[in-house]
């Protein structure tokens, strides 16, 4: 029997680390990391509020970051593990970058890309939802009502 430590709870561990990141620099707390060949090449955290840019999303930092790292801007050996469902505008550059795999988290069920009647994302991509999602949502639950 072999016994692979590289599965979708440590990658997504990583990516909450990421989260926990962003929480501490008062950033909503989504985190993610880019694997290929079961290893990390991008980590990345929303950083919004630092750049003062909407779209510094965790997720369009980790694709530029993973694009530099292979040399090339397809990753479509690629796998994108991430804590919070990716936004319309992740999931569309997740199309361009023609992703082979997305793990998330928790659901964004205000402005997840699922909430579309037609798929933004690459036909090729492959979706896996709900991992680790308890603890991805709590992080993110405890920020806002933090906040409020």
Known sequence: MEINPFNEKHFMNEALKEAQKALENDEVPVGC???????????????????????????????????????????????????????????????????????????????GYSQLTQSVLHPKTEIVSGVMKDECSKLLTDFFERKR
């Not at 509020?49 to 694709?63: G, I, S, Y």
Request: glycine share 6%; proline share 1%.
């Open 33 to 111: 990391v880019i694997v290929c060949e079961n290893e990390i090449i991008a980590r990345a955290h929303n950083l919004t509020e630092r750049l003062n840019d909407v779209t510094a999303h965790a997720e369009m930092q980790a694709f530029t970051s993973a694009a530099d790292f292979l040399g090339g801007k397809y990753l479509n050996e690629c796998s994108l593990y991430v804590t919070l469902e990716p936004c319309i505008m992740c999931a569309g550059a997740s199309y361009w970058t023609q992703l082979k795999r997305i793990v998330y988290g928790a659901k964004d069920v205000k402005r």
